[in-house]
Each structure stands twice: as C-alpha cells, then as structure tokens.
T-cell receptor, first 114, second 112 residues
C-alpha cells in the first residue's frame, strides 16, 4: 500500500530476549521517526533519520535500544535484553524533508514483554 | 518545546459541531500549531496545521487567536468515526525536521 507499514503488528517476548521491529516508510520520504507509546499516554520521540543518517537519538531510553536505516528506506528498531518496562506500542512515521510537512504514521508494533 | 494544555475529555453528539480548545501561552513566533488525532488501535493521523491565519481543509478548521496563545480545532459535523484522542502540538519551524512532542490530548466521545 501507499502508507507506512510496520511489522510485526504484535510481538510477545520473554524478558531478556532481543527483538527487532521493522518500518517501511512511504516511498521517497527522507525523514523517518520512531516513537514509543505507553498505555494511556501520548507517543514519545525516540529517534530521527534523515535518509540513512541518524541525526537525533536523544529519546532512546538506554543503550539497549538501537535503530538503523542503512539504505535510507526501511528502518529497524532493535531492543536488546528486553525488560518489562519496554512493553509499549512502537510507532514509525515518515515525512518529506521540511519541518512542517505532516508526519505519516504506521499503526505500530505492540510489544509485550513477559 | 513550548507546552500546550488541552481538556482531558469532551463529548459531542453525532452531526453536531465540535470545538476542541488548546492553550499555548508560551508559543514563540516560529512555532506552528499542528493537530493530530489517534483512533483506537491506530497510529496518529495528521489533521491540520497553521501559523497565524485560520485554516480549513477537508477534515476540519483551525481557528487561531490573534495573540496566538490559544487555538481551536473545529469539526463541523461530528461522526462516530471522529471519536479519537486529539493532540495539539507546537512544532518549531527552526528545527529542520520537526519532531513531534505529544501531550495527553483530548479524548473525544461522539454519541449517536
């Protein structure tokens, strides 16, 4: 489809496992964002890519979180040694370059850590 | 980022207009006012944005106070599909990429 696609839609993992979440942005979009949304809260910024360059990772909560976008298109958010507090919905958004273009969001990956 | 204040919740009846308020008393001259909404189990969806003048699009209207310290999102005829969390967000145009800082938003309930 033409929108932002995220997979998997749901992920259940045991505490301590590593997980990888995928985002396919809208074709041609330069900017890609990851957000984390805890239950009942608004999304919180994690990191930003301009093409393949990660220009802002100020929102990543710990060094267990790692994101990449090696070819400037698909992005992967990896969480190592997952903990229960990592349970949340992880949202990906893409947009054209300029700051006032709308961000287009995927429907997120709901991560549950047991 | 400048802060916005919204009511926690609002209710409306179907086919009636809805006015969703947002206060942003510390807004700076370079801040754009953006509105997004989030339907249940979906990602946020862009609604509208503006700087100083009122704006209209197919989804809604945005009325911005003359001093820019407040704004109102107007849904002209609410439908059941408009039930969502509505977020008012300030984006600094000086930032080249404009990350979004979401607050708690307003939960809109639409009654049939």
């Amino acid at each position: 489809g033409a929108g932002v696609s995220q997979s998997p839609r749901y992920k259940v993992a045991k505490r301590g496992q590593d997980v990888a979440l995928r985002c396919d942005p809208i074709s041609g979009h330069v900017s890609l964002f990851w957000y984390q949304q805890a239950l009942g809260q608004g999304p919180e910024f994690l990191t930003y890519f301009q093409n393949e360059a990660q220009l802002d990772k100020s929102g990543l909560p710990s060094d267990r979180f790692f994101a990449e976008r090696p070819e400037g298109s698909v992005s992967t958010l990896k969480i190592q040694r997952t903990q229960q507090e990592d349970s949340a919905v992880y949202l990906c958004a893409s947009s054209s370059y300029t700051s006032n273009q709308p961000q287009h969001f995927g429907d997120g990956t709901r991560l549950s850590i047991l | 980022d400048a802060k916005t204040t919204q009511p926690n919740s609002m209710e409306s009846n179907e086919e009636e207009p809805v006015h969703l308020p947002c206060n942003h008393s510390t807004i700076s001259g370079t801040d754009y006012i953006h509105w997004y909404r989030q339907l249940p189990s979906q990602g946020p969806e862009y609604v509208i944005h503006g700087l100083t003048s009122n704006v209209n699009n197919r989804m809604a209207s945005l009325a911005i106070a003359e001093d820019r310290k407040s704004s109102t999102l107007i849904l002209h005829r609410a439908t059941l599909r408009d039930a969502a969390v509505y977020y008012c967000i300030l984006r600094d145009s000086r930032t080249s990429y404009g990350k979004l800082t979401f607050g708690q938003g307003t939960i809109l309930t639409v009654h049939p």
